[in-house]
């Protein structure tokens, strides 16, 4: 769970869930947890973080449905180099419950 104080870390992703998926806008992280989660699970929430740009630079920005709907695609098995290449603290911005 993240915490309103911030944690330094996402999670391991579940089995049904191979890719992590962050986003690159605030507006699109906003849509995803107020228009997608929400309905899906109850809650959602925008965190904000920033991400070393060498890791990055490993992968694609992907267009998913959009030029508004931009974000990377780290495979599950990276997201502990992922997590290792956050600088700073995971900070929840925005939360929506139902």
């Known amino acids: 769970?993240?915490?309103e104080s911030?944690?330094?870390a996402f999670p391991p992703r579940l089995p049904e869930q191979p890719i992590f998926y962050p986003v690159t806008?605030?507006?699109?992280a906003v849509r995803i947890a107020r228009d997608w989660n929400v309905p899906e699970s109850g809650s959602g929430f925008v965190?904000?973080?920033a991400v070393r740009g060498d890791f990055l630079d490993a992968y694609r920005?992907?267009?998913?449905?959009?030029r508004a709907h931009c974000?990377?695609?780290i495979p599950a098995e990276d997201l502990?180099?992922?997590n290792a290449a956050i600088i700073g603290p995971i900070e929840v911005v925005r939360?929506?419950?139902e």
């Open 1 to 3: 769970m993240i915490e």
């Open 6 to 8: 911030g944690m330094s």
């Open 25 to 28: 806008t605030e507006e699109y």
């Open 47 to 49: 965190t904000r973080f």
């Open 61 to 66: 920005v992907e267009e998913a449905g959009g």
């Open 71 to 73: 974000e990377y695609w």
């Open 80 to 82: 502990p180099a992922f």
């Open 95 to 97: 939360s929506f419950p």
